[in-house]
């Protein structure tokens, strides 16, 4: 599907990274979550979001 990674390895490598690992703990310590718990979080959020009925438009204030 859009968006998901199916091999991260290859994907390491295609961002500039030696190897998977150094990859993976570098994402790690700037985000707080391993690369794959990141992108379930995102697709579950965004899941969520479609899920979640549109916000009221909102009113503009009447001219003077």
Do not use: I
């Amino acid at each position: 599907a859009l968006g998901q990674v199916s091999n991260w390895a290859d994907f390491a490598v295609e961002l500039g990274y030696a190897d998977q690992a150094h990859f993976s703990r570098e994402f790690r310590e700037y985000v707080g979550r391993a690369p794959a718990e990141y992108a379930a979080w995102c697709a579950a959020s965004m899941a969520k979001l479609m899920r979640r009925p549109p916000a009221p438009a909102a009113r503009a204030a009447p001219l003077p």
